[in-house]
């Protein structure tokens, strides 16, 4: 019997090994993927429209995903929540092999990822969203914010590979190889997904409402839900930007040669997203964690006036070191932020309705992603990138400053 346990034990350990190995791999895809396809719409548009092209392309994805998310709770439901992930990373892996093909067989670039971008946004909205609780019952672990702190650890590690792969391919000039590679390298988190049961059975969720209902009942109910969409919403404006518009950015900043400096940034990003579980685990984890996702939040803000100032007042390798420094502190408290804010939405309204919460929270991040990168395309072409950074450092930290305080007020007061 001992030995029986000792086996099933050590297929788990397998499994658990094998998912984040795989998980790295598939976000080293994803960073591909991203600086492919920003790269193709960049060089569309041109100095003068690189960034608003970009920016048409990530609201595309990003609003086809906020659509899509009232559906993942009922996914879940249906399908189970981890057949549900399996299936929408396997539309996305899909997407971007066909849409790589089509670049390489001579299609119109510009066309094929703005069509590709709401089948990849609906997917990875869904998948994302549910994505948490499975790695929660592989992880074997009862809480949330550690979960998608360790996660980021692997996720972190991933994304800095794909940055500089990505600019590879685009200084090599084959963006579609990228798109295609970017879906060949999720395939293993699929196989490891279907062929690996997680330490802990997942439960069937309970049936939800009909979607809109769902969302609009889960934010009457609790206002800790509320304010923790309050955060995302502002991650989703002032900061999330940021990582998703490197290549029109370091075009705002003059950096040449353009794709180099535009993976140095990601890679900076990533390093601060591998620090993030010390972030998470070194502040207090008694209280809510809301007070820490706001925390963070404020800290971010205080990283992206710093890049503001320094491409402001610096220039060439100075400014390109400063650089690595502050987008390493901006990637360690978003990520710390976004783990505290995932935590507080899956605990608000209790693990039963885990699924409902992290779908409705992340539904209102998702309406204001578009607006955010729209708002900072826009403003990179008109304020450039200096100002840009700023202003979105000073609005992230004042609602960040504004959502710890009425927090910690609550708290006090009970």
Same mark, same amino acid.
């Given at each position: 019997?001992? *030995? ?138 009862? *809480? ?44 293993? #988190? ?54 998703? #518009? ?169």
């Amino acid at each position: 019997m001992t *030995d029986v346990n000792e086996v099933a034990h050590s297929r788990q350990a397998s499994g658990t090994r094998a998912l984040v190995l795989t998980v790295a791999l598939s976000t080293a895809g994803s960073a591909t993927a991203l600086i492919s396809a920003t790269g193709i719409t960049t060089a569309t548009g041109g100095l003068s429209r690189g960034a608003l092209f970009s920016g048409l392309f990530l609201a595309a994805s990003m609003a086809a995903g906020a659509v899509a998310l009232p559906f993942a709770p009922r996914a879940a439901h249906r399908f189970g929540t981890r057949q549900a992930v399996l299936g929408m990373w396997s539309i996305v892996a899909a997407a971007w092999i066909a849409s790589g093909a089509l670049v390489i067989a001579g299609a119109p670039p510009m066309w094929v990822v703005m069509i590709t971008a709401p089948v990849v946004g609906a997917g990875s909205a869904i998948a994302g969203v549910l994505s948490s609780i499975v790695y929660r019952a592989y992880l074997e672990s009862a *809480d949330f914010s550690a979960v998608v702190a360790r996660m980021t650890v692997w996720r972190g590690i991933g994304w800095g590979l794909g940055a500089l792969v990505g600019g590879f391919f685009l200084n090599s000039g084959s963006e579609g190889i990228g798109l295609v590679a970017a879906g060949l390298v999720k395939i293993p #988190l699929l196989i490891v997904l279907a062929r690996h049961a997680p330490a802990h059975a997942l439960a069937t969720p309970e049936r939800p409402k009909a979607p809109w209902n769902e969302i609009r009942g889960a934010f009457a109910e609790c206002s800790t839900l509320r304010r923790t969409a309050v955060m995302g919403v502002s991650m989703a404006l002032f900061a999330a930007p940021v990582m998703t #518009l490197v290549v029109p950015i370091a075009q705002s900043l003059r950096h040449a040669p353009l794709y180099q400096g535009a993976g140095f940034l990601m890679v900076g990003f990533a390093i601060g997203e591998l620090l993030s579980p010390q972030v998470v685990s070194k502040l207090p984890h008694g209280g809510r964690p809301l007070v820490n996702a706001a925390r963070t939040g404020a800290i971010a803000g205080g990283f992206l006036i710093a890049l503001g100032l320094i491409s402001g007042f610096f220039s060439f390798r100075t400014e390109l070191g400063l650089w690595a420094v502050v987008a390493i502190g901006i990637g360690a408290f978003r990520f710390a932020s976004r783990a505290f804010s995932q935590g507080s939405a899956a605990a608000s309204r209790g693990l039963e309705n885990a699924a409902s919460s992290l779908a409705a929270a992340a539904f209102i991040a998702g309406i204001a992603g578009p607006i955010g990168v729209l708002g900072w395309s826009l403003a990179l072409g008109s304020l450039g990138a200096e100002v840009t950074a700023a202003l979105a450092g000073v609005a992230l930290a004042i609602v960040s400053i504004g959502v710890f305080l009425r927090t910690r007020g609550e708290q006090v007061r009970a």
